[in-house]
């Protein structure tokens, strides 16, 4: 688990507390009800309205996932596959259907049974390219979603207080109210900024973020299993792999390990 995002909305909320507080203001302030539901309301019903019930029942379903945040290693898929190079090069392409039963992983799952019902290489490449692009784009269709929230919502909010600053004028004759009705008014600004900037902005990079790492995790697997099916030496196809990572997501070898050349 990976808790990026939920600790640095924790922590930006965090910092306007602080900065209330720092204030000699309350929180109680900003909390109220009348514009926090107009903008968080209004903001998601206008992203329903720019999209379809499906996307929005698909994202709101990948909203977990943004807290949870599972990644898997580069490493832990590199010492998978070349398990499998193992198994392929001592038992035979066939064991691979056997290796398919025990993966979790549909994707690897589907890519080790054709190779064990011999489907051609191109074909298999295809195949999995087109797993991996339909994958991308139901992942980035969700970050586009909370993406279009963060838009949305400044506006919204400026609608509020454009409604409440309405109310503010109709009440010119008593000036004794105007600071506290104005104060309130601008609060639906506020919220439109900071549901955008500490919400849905960083709720739609995340999921956008982790829908590049899962793309990059079922390309290693992709090519890994093409080179299993191509009978690729175990060692080569490890060093091979993982010259397709950059060296910050690898573990670092430990160079007193190794062993001094004579």
Known sequence: MDP???????????????????????????????????????????????????????????????????????????????????????????????????VNDPFLRDALQNIADGTDGDELRMLLEDSIATKARSARSAAKFFNSLGGYAPTVGIVGTVVSLTHVLENLSTPEKLGPMIATAFVATLWGLLSANFIWLPIGARLRRLADLEVDRMTLLMEGALAVQAGSQPRLLGERLRAMIPSEDLPKVNTKTLPKAA
């Not at 903008?39 to 698909?58: E, K, L, Q, W």
């Open 4 to 102: 990026a995002t939920l600790i640095g909305i924790l922590l930006a909320f965090g910092a306007l507390v602080a900065m209330i507080t720092l204030e000699h203001s309350s929180v109680m302030s900003i909390l109220l009800p009348a514009p926090m539901i107009l903008v968080f309301g209004a903001t998601i019903a206008v992203g329903i309205a720019g999209g379809t019930v499906r996307d929005t029942i698909m994202a709101f379903k990948a909203l977990p996932g943004a807290f949870r945040g599972k990644i898997t290693p580069p490493q832990t898929v590199i010492d998978q596959v070349v398990g499998l190079a193992e198994t392929a090069r001592s038992s035979g392409l066939l064991a691979l259907e056997q290796e398919a039963d025990t």
